[in-house]
């Protein structure tokens, strides 16, 4: 599959869950290396015909933002656990979705989701083409699939 | 008529959530418990009556599948029809569960209606 065929499959996951779960609207944002940020970073493996990791970064607010609207509740009330854990599922749910989109006859194995705060920049030189990145109310999302094989 | 449901899924926040689209959906919601694997189910099932079983299938322990085989083995059990809810909407996974007696299945992301629409049915068929 070429590199734009995956981009536009990663595009569509992402709103797809967004929208869906998340009750949120992402708009395309220029991808340029902006400074370190606070950012909660995910990523789930999978494996599978192809085998790869899917990356995610997303800005503290809005991810404290998103995780509010998934649960219900006021962003000032959640944990920082109880936000990891969403961005967590969030990860999850786009690998789950853009696998799907690419592959729908072939069974994948994802591992469960690493969730970690750390501080960066969200936008980085190694992403790679099969990437997207989404201009969110409270701030911004990154996402990066990386296969280690071609794909068929 | 209100209905009895138990969620099943390692993930608080993913029980919140479901638990919270039911709602949303206006579905008809007498009671919902919520178990956080396979094993805690079967035990709260030993000592709560459901109408409806929602599962994930990736699960620490006993899996959804697991989870499945044990209700289809239980006389008492195999009558409350279970709905998997994954991330995995490959055909080869949808086959293989509803093989094993999965009475529906809900791909994420979804929408309140569909998981609704998805109760309703199985419901339904049940009643």
Redesign the interface.
């Known amino acids: 599959m070429m590199a734009t065929c995956l981009a536009d499959a990663l595009h569509e996951a992402v709103e797809?869950?967004l929208?869906?779960?998340f009750f949120a609207e992402a708009a395309p944002m220029d991808a340029e290396t902006g400074p370190p940020e606070e950012l909660l970073a995910a990523h789930v493996d999978f494996e599978g015909s192809p085998s790869g990791r899917l990356n995610l970064r997303i800005t503290v607010p809005a991810a404290r933002a998103l995780?509010a609207d998934?649960?219900?509740e006021e962003a000032s009330d959640l944990s920082p656990d109880?936000t990891a854990?969403?961005i967590?599922?969030l990860a999850?749910?786009i690998?789950?979705?853009l696998?799907?989109r690419v592959?729908?006859?072939?069974?994948?194995r994802?591992s469960?989701p690493v969730v970690a705060f750390e501080t960066g920049p969200l936008v980085r030189e190694s992403d790679g083409p099969a990437s997207r990145l989404a201009a969110l109310e409270s701030g911004a999302l990154r996402v990066c699939l990386v296969c280690e094989s071609a794909l068929p | 008529m209100a209905y009895r449901l138990l969620i099943v899924d390692d993930?608080?926040?993913?029980r919140?959530?479901v638990r919270?689209v039911i709602g949303l959906s206006g579905f008809d919601l007498a009671a919902c418990f919520e178990a956080a694997s396979a094993e805690e189910a079967l035990d709260l099932l030993r000592s709560e009556w459901v109408d409806a079983i929602l599962t994930d299938i990736?699960m620490p322990g006993m899996g959804g599948e697991e989870l499945l085989r044990c209700l289809a083995a239980d006389e008492m059990l195999r009558s409350i029809p279970a709905i998997v809810i994954?991330?995995?909407?490959?055909?080869?996974?949808q086959e293989r569960l509803l093989a094993l007696g999965a009475r529906g299945y809900i791909?994420?992301?979804?929408?309140p209606e569909t998981l609704r629409s998805e109760l309703e049915t199985t419901l339904g068929e049940t009643t």
Do not use: I, Y
Not at chain 1, 103 to 108: H, L
């Open positions: 797809d869950v929208e869906k779960m995780a998934f649960l219900g109880a854990e969403v967590g599922e999850n749910m690998c789950g979705s696998l799907s592959e729908s006859d072939t069974a994948f994802l469960a | 993930s608080p926040a993913m919140t959530f919270r990736n994954s991330t995995d909407s490959t055909h080869h996974r791909t994420k992301p979804f929408l």
